[in-house]
Nanobody
């Protein structure tokens, strides 16, 4: 499994940004996929994710209503549309995948064995 994240950058508060993650070696219909982020000095935290079948999505409370996760099985890409960005959204964002994570553990980064390299998102005030 290989994941390649892209799309990060420097934006101002209130702007939008779209992150993408190209996946190989996975079948989306049986693989949970998620986005996590890690700010300096903080632990990696869950942002948004799809269950293995894709029938369930979950968002961190801090991004609910502002971020939207999507994925395309045909071209094996995942996306994270981020609107109304805030300075506290500044972090390195990672895409992740797991064939075995159960829905109740979707938010746990330890449940994901496959990770992209991360892409930096910086939101200035």
């Amino acid at each position: 499994v290989q994941l390649q994240a892209s799309g990060g950058g420097l934006v101002q508060a209130g702007d939008s940004l779209r992150l993408s993650c190209a996946a190989s070696g996975v079948t989306f219909s049986t693989t949970a996929t998620g986005w996590f982020r890690q700010a300096p000095g903080k632990e990696r935290e869950f942002v948004a994710g799809f269950s293995r079948t894709g029938g369930y999505t979950n968002y961190a409370d801090s991004v609910k209503g502002r971020f939207t996760i999507s994925r395309n099985s045909a071209d094996k890409t995942m996306s994270l549309q981020m609107n109304s960005l805030r300075p506290e959204d500044t972090a390195v964002y990672y895409c992740a995948a797991s064939r075995s994570v159960i829905t109740s553990s979707l938010r746990d980064p330890r449940a994901y064995p496959h990770w992209g390299q991360g892409t930096q998102v910086t939101v200035s005030s």
